[in-house]
């Protein structure tokens, strides 16, 4: 008892001390207003850093699908095979079946010969056709020698090149220097054509290509 009783001072002296070790109810409070502000700030750093990743690979996307489409029908025209003769927008040397060069322009569509690759060993000349079907942006394609009062081209092979297109617009320039005009109707195939499209609510740079004479 009397050992005891002599120890009780001590720890009566100790306990406001340990006491003062804890948190207090408004300390607590404090720590996790200020932990949920930095998760939620965290929180909000990590989405906008995903948003943004997702908006650079949708513009990276269209970048490559722009560069793609623009230097296929780039090569394609540059490689037209043209010629004098025809008539009604439509161009073509040798007539029938058998003819060796084709060009026509319409206010919604524009159509020509060229040689083109379809893979490693599957290619040649085939006339093309670039128009706007609905919402899209569709590349047409078929052998030569099909005589152009019968020709379907509803019937033919297709590939979409643009979907979600808005706006598709070709323009016509008769010399380097000459205005632009929206209707072509001259036997002779144009010096330049532009291609104006949007799609996804943004325009693509003009496309400008040089037609062979």
Not at 80 to 94: D, E, I, Q, Y
Not at 158 to 174: G, N
Request: hydrophobic share 45%; glycine share 8%; with cysteine.
């Amino acid at each position: 008892m009397r050992e005891s009783a002599r120890q009780w001072p001590a720890r009566a002296a100790l306990a406001p001390r340990w006491r003062q070790c804890g948190f207090t109810l408004v300390e607590v409070m404090v720590a996790l207003t200020i932990l949920s502000l930095v998760l939620l700030a965290t929180v909000t750093g990590l989405r906008t850093l995903a948003n943004t990743q997702t908006a650079i690979e949708r513009q990276t996307e269209r970048v490559d699908e722009m560069r793609t489409v623009s230097s296929f029908l780039r090569s394609t025209l540059e490689s037209a095979v043209v010629g004098a003769g025809g008539g009604g927008g439509g161009l073509s040397l040798g007539g029938g079946a058998s003819e060796s060069a084709y060009f026509e322009a319409t206010a919604a569509a524009l159509a020509w010969k060229s040689t083109i690759l379809f893979g490693e060993n599957y290619g040649g000349a085939y006339l093309l056709r670039v128009a706007r079907e609905d919402e899209r942006l569709v590349l047409r394609w078929q052998e030569p020698g099909q005589p152009e009062e019968l020709r379907d081209w509803r019937a033919t092979d297709s590939r979409v090149l643009v979907d979600h297109l808005e706006a598709f617009k070709l323009s016509f320039r008769r010399g380097f220097v000459d205005p632009w005009v929206d209707a072509w109707t001259d036997k002779q195939a144009p010096a330049l054509v532009r291609l104006q499209l949007k799609s996804s609510g943004r325009y693509w740079p003009d496309l400008i290509v040089q037609v062979p004479q």
